[in-house]
């Protein structure tokens, strides 16, 4: 089969870097799709300049496959909806990214059907091989990318990922219709990892680098990779974040990364890294690293309430709820760091969003 080849217009905005959430999943009290708020949702995004989304990935929770529940094909269809809009009201590329899970079976009907609703590429997940060997999974990617271009996904153990060596992603690297890899084991030994395989891989210039390290945005988009290949010393920058944190105080990270990429990010190194810790911080508290993660998604659900964009925090699984003292430590991080959200944003746009 020959490889789908994305357009210059998107490949120039992926390599450019982007602010890429990771959409939730907006659910009514009955827990079923509540899509005016689904729609709003993508419009905030939208409107606050993400470069692209990605959908039907863990924030949107993965029980939307499930047959009895049968939302992964429903949330594809809306996000392409308000995409194609958008687009044509704007002009603007929005980069399109649907997330795979499963076995190969499963994740070549995925891709199949992200594809067929217009998505530029899958973003793999390879928790299902927990014990596989290198090359079991490496055939694994390279049937899925023979039907939709990837995204590389190292997520970290903590929610269901698993180590992948240097090895692995010099060889994944290597597979010509990867694109891009988002890198989330919020470890720097592994994310090194990746970064040297794919300079390692030759292909350095065509994969595009994205933080998933929730743990480390601001100090990833601010470092450059210096690293030997061959004789030649090959330079590599993560260029955006494909990001659950950056589902929420969307505009803020947008405003971020415009400042990096144009050199303007204000203050000496100190105040930088004084700002990245502020991140860290709000993080910990919408993601419930306190407590492994367990609050991740209604941590992010309950910044969404707040704003409007949400009414509750239900999601498809009864017993998710937020965790003893996380409402608590989301107060905190609100008013220790105001400039870090965008409600007056959100606030000016919310009735636009909703009708």
């Known amino acids: 089969m020959e490889n789908i080849k994305l357009s210059e217009n998107i490949l120039k905005a992926l390599h450019k870097g982007a602010v890429i959430p990771a959409m939730p999943l907006a659910l009514d009290k009955e827990r079923k799709l509540d899509e005016r708020r689904q729609r709003a949702i993508i419009r905030y995004y939208l409107d606050a300049g993400a470069g692209g989304v990605a959908v039907a990935v863990h924030t949107t929770q993965f029980e939307i496959r499930l047959p009895e529940i049968n939302l992964y094909e429903p949330v594809l269809r809306i996000a392409r909806e308000e995409f194609d809009h958008f687009a044509a009201t704007t002009q603007k590329p929005v980069i399109r990214i649907a997330g795979i899970i499963g076995r190969t079976e499963q994740a070549a009907r995925e891709a199949r059907l992200a594809l067929s609703h217009g998505y530029h590429a899958g973003l793999l997940s390879l928790a299902v091989f927990p014990e596989a060997s290198n090359q079991t999974i490496l055939e694994h990617c390279r049937v899925i990318a023979d039907i939709i271009p990837i995204v590389g996904f190292y997520l970290q153990p903590a929610v269901g990922g698993r180590i992948l060596d240097v090895d692995f992603w ?115 508290a919408f993601f419930d690293a306190a407590n492994n993660f367990k609050g991740c998604i209604v941590g992010l659900h309950e910044v969404l309430r707040r704003q409007g964009l949400m009414e509750g925090l239900w ?37 636009k969003w909703l009708s």
């Open 315 to 351: 999601t498809l699984k009864r017993d998710e709820v937020l965790s003893p003292g996380q409402k608590q430590e989301i107060d905190r991080v609100y008013a220790a760091y105001p400039h870090l959200n965008d409600d007056d944003f959100v606030a000016e746009n919310l009735h």
């Open 170 to 284: 010099r060889e994944f690297a290597q597979i010509e219709n990867v694109i891009a890899i988002k890198i989330a084991p919020f470890n720097r030994y592994q994310t090194l990892d990746v970064v040297r395989g794919v300079i390692e891989s030759g292909r350095a210039h065509e994969i595009a680098l994205y933080t998933g390290n929730d743990d480390n945005i601001l100090v990833d988009l601010l470092t450059e990779y210096n690293l030997p290949a061959g004789s030649k010393v090959i330079k590599k920058r993560i260029v955006g974040g494909l990001l659950g944190h950056w589902a929420v105080w969307t505009r803020s990270a947008v405003a971020l990364l415009d400042e990096i990429q144009g050199g303007n990010l204000t203050g000496d190194t100190q105040q930088q890294l004084d700002l990245a810790m502020q991140i860290t911080d709000s993080n910990a």
